[in-house]
């Protein structure tokens, strides 16, 4: 269990991980922003192809060599972008990253429950704990190796992983199943096709497209904001590195993980899911237009992109907890589908921030992303006679283990 916890924590460290060594690889290999973020494109358009297919392996080749799997193109792929001598090299091998990252999250919470002697309760607190561990850590970890070069986040990151790699090995004894156990668990394997097939669940699709809406905010703030930050530094006569941005994606991180753990199910519990997700919607609609009205601006970049952590965490919580609850279909092909789909949303977000910026100006992005926000305000509104259903009386909250699963998922976008 500590095992599988340790590497959890080092997956989630990649959620804010290359934040602060975008503006040092732009420099040292002389690459445009808009090359720069496709790092996050490419890892995070294949995680969310293969999302859709990771209930089929695992159920094929079981949890723990899933586990495994995902681990090992971990290792190799972060090694192999710390050795790369161009952009392009990395771009490339982030698309293996983004492989590994998606059978390993697919399968970490089932694992780190099945590994648990003291009880699911017990080991779900310590996954939250490895989630926000990781998630605020990730920008510290990144900004401090990426003051000696943007090498040190990747090659930590391997090494690291490849401890929690021999760890699982060693350690994870998953419980033995009788031959009734395994006859049943065959018989519900999902198809290789059942993700895709999800999708015409009206209640799944209709969530599906406010998160594609909602993660192209999401990752223009994540992956544009160290550019503008950057630059407003400069402007202000200040020095802006990697250690200064680790710090400022540091409180944003550290701000989502808090209330994705903490206040979105206090929140969802005393409102309920749909006042929750409009509410915080419309205030990041809202964060994403101030930050583009003060973009030229260093203390309101920062303080807004730490305010927006906080929005943030209650949404993507409250977003996959709706998705949980919106279906009766297997938990483990609602979330993957779900995140499949999230996941190539934010996929396009840094594809189309960098070229808009340079055609229009640095405020551009944000705006976009705000439209995109605000779109998917419209969706969950139009929407309405499909989700009626979630967060109904009948339908109460989900339970702690299913909270956890929501904080995980949302918190899938590691790296």
Not at 4 to 32: E, Q, R
Request: glycine share 12%; hydrophobic share 60%.
């Amino acid at each position: 269990m500590w095992a599988i916890a340790f590497a959890c924590a080092i997956s989630f460290m990649g959620i804010g991980l290359v934040d602060p060594i975008l503006t040092k690889i732009s420099a040292d290999l002389n690459a445009t922003p808009s090359e720069t973020m496709l790092l996050f494109t490419s890892y995070l358009f294949v995680t969310g192809i293969a999302m859709f297919f990771t209930s089929w392996v695992s159920g094929r080749i079981g949890v723990k060599w899933t586990l495994i799997a995902g681990l090992v193109l971990i290792v190799v792929f972060a090694g192999l972008a710390g050795f790369a001598g161009s952009v392009d090299a990395i771009i490339g091998f982030r698309a293996g990253w983004g492989l590994g990252n998606a059978l390993f999250l697919s399968t970490a919470l089932a694992a780190i429950v099945g590994a648990a002697s003291g009880g699911s309760r017990q080991a779900i607190v310590l996954y939250e704990a490895a989630l926000g561990v990781g998630m605020a850590v990730g920008p510290l970890v990144g900004g401090a190796l990426g003051e000696l070069s943007w090498r040190g986040p990747f090659f930590g990151t391997a090494a690291l992983m490849a401890v929690a790699l021999v760890a699982i090995l060693v350690l994870l004894r998953l419980p033995r199943l009788s031959a009734a156990e395994r006859a049943a668990a065959r018989t519900e394997r999902p198809d290789v096709l059942a993700g895709f097939r999800a999708l015409r669940h009206p209640a799944l699709l209709s969530l599906s497209l406010v998160a594609v809406c909602y993660n192209f905010g999401f990752f223009t703030l994540l992956a544009y904001s160290p550019y503008p930050i950057e630059a407003a530094a400069g402007a202000a006569g200040q020095h802006f590195g990697a250690r200064e941005l680790g710090l400022v994606f540091f409180g944003w991180g550290l701000a989502l993980a808090v209330t994705s753990v903490v206040v979105a199910p206090l929140l969802t519990r005393r409102c309920g899911l749909r006042p929750v997700l409009f509410t915080m919607l419309a205030l990041f609609a809202l964060c994403l237009a101030a930050l583009a009205v003060g973009v030229a601006s260093l203390p309101t970049l920062i303080t807004l992109v730490i305010v927006s952590g906080l929005l943030l965490g209650v949404m993507n919580t409250a977003l996959t907890e709706a998705v949980m609850e919106a279906t009766d279909l297997p938990r483990s092909v609602a979330s993957s589908t779900y995140s499949g789909v999230r996941f190539i949303g934010g996929a396009i977000a840094p594809a189309v921030a960098g070229p808009l910026a340079a055609s229009l100006g640095a405020a551009a992005p944000y705006w976009l992303g705000a439209c995109a926000v605000l779109t998917a305000i419209l969706v969950l509104a139009v929407r309405g006679k499909p989700l009626a259903h979630i967060g109904a009386d009948n339908h109460p909250t989900l339970a702690p283990e299913g909270i956890a699963e929501a904080s995980a998922i949302a918190a899938g976008d590691a790296s």
